[in-house]
C-alpha cells in the first residue's frame, strides 16, 4: 500500500512539474517577437528613407528642367526684343 502511494505521490509531482510555467521559455519567444518587430520597423523606415529621397530627386529633376525652359523661353524673348530695338 504505501508503494502505491509513494508511486501516486511521485506522478503527481512529475505531472505538476511538467505544469509549471516555463518563464525562459515564454521570455525566449516574447525576445524574438520584438527582434522581428524591431527588424520590420527598421525596414519600412529604409523604405521610406529611400522613397523620400527618390521622390525628392524626381522633384528636382522636374524642377530644374521647368528652371531650364524658363531660360530658354526669356533668351528667346530677348532675341525678340532685340531684334524689334534694331529694327526700330
Request: proline fraction near 0%.
Amino acid at each position: 500500500m504505501m508503494k502505491k502511494f509513494a508511486l501516486t505521490v511521485a506522478v503527481l509531482s512529475l505531472g505538476l512539474a511538467a505544469c509549471d510555467k516555463n518563464d525562459a521559455t515564454d521570455n525566449a519567444a516574447a525576445n524574438d517577437t520584438a527582434v522581428e518587430n524591431a527588424a520590420e520597423n527598421d525596414i519600412n523606415a529604409a523604405g521610406n528613407t529611400t522613397e523620400n529621397a527618390a521622390g525628392n530627386a524626381l522633384d528636382a529633376a522636374s524642377n530644374a528642367i521647368d528652371n531650364a525652359s524658363n531660360a530658354v523661353e526669356n533668351a528667346g524673348e530677348a532675341v525678340e526684343n532685340a531684334s524689334d530695338n534694331a529694327a526700330n
